[in-house]
């Protein structure tokens, strides 16, 4: 796991150290420093206690108009609510840590990012297997012509759209799968006609990508900004 570097307390190494198993005298070097009470669980600090801390160092520095200096204390503070079994409750612990995996708590925009390109591929690898219809359908009338003339009533109908049996790889259903992807992105309709899995999958896409980008951009604010 790729790691970033940011600026971390005493008691979350000491913390981390004993949640991770680490022996009292480490042999080698250690991402997580070992605590003098290491070896006495009631000494140690809690993920509750870690974020109380956390949080009044983010508010000092935010009050201070520090604001990128409170990032690092900002996360480290959601990381400790993430992991704390107590004070957090499980729904808010799974909010947690699905926004931990999509953004890093809206401080990773490279992370966002490549969950959105992940989410964009996956669409319009799915609309050009199954999405696309194998034939546009077309538009067919149908009506009578009385027999002494007089006004002529037409009925529009449109054949389903057929399902893919064959050539579904090609470089005009990329086009078309790409279309519908962007539109996807910005919550906007593309008008292409679409097989019932198509549908659904469209209907999927409008609804995750656009978070995702929500996501990304709040990253790269929250980095600018903080």
Do not use: C
């Amino acid at each position: 796991m790729k790691w970033s570097k940011r600026r971390t307390i005493a008691e979350e190494h000491h913390w981390r150290a004993r949640v991770a198993g680490l022996p009292a005298q480490p042999s080698g070097a250690s991402r997580w420093q070992i605590s003098p009470y290491h070896s006495d669980p009631a000494r140690a600090p809690a993920p509750e206690d870690v974020s109380a801390v956390y949080r009044q160092l983010r508010k000092a520095f935010e009050d201070a108009k520090n604001e990128p200096g409170a990032a690092d204390f900002y996360y480290g503070e959601m990381e400790m609510r993430r992991h704390s079994r107590h004070a957090t409750p499980p729904g808010e612990r799974g909010l947690l840590h699905a926004y931990w995996f999509l953004s890093g708590y809206g401080l990773r925009a490279s992370r966002a990012a490549g969950w959105l390109i992940a989410a964009m591929i996956t669409t319009v690898l799915l609309l050009m297997g199954l999405g696309l219809p194998q034939n546009s359908p077309r538009q067919q009338a149908t009506g009578v012509v009385p027999a002494h003339g007089g006004r002529v009533t037409f009925t529009m109908d449109k054949d389903d759209p057929p399902n893919p049996t064959h050539d579904r790889f090609t470089g005009k259903r990329f086009e078309k799968a790409l279309n519908v992807t962007l539109n996807s992105v910005i919550f906007r309709s593309s008008g292409q006609d679409l097989t019932t899995a198509g549908t659904y999958i469209e209907m999927t896409s409008r609804l995750l990508e656009p978070a995702l980008l929500a996501l990304a951009v709040l990253a790269v604010r929250g980095r600018i900004k903080r």
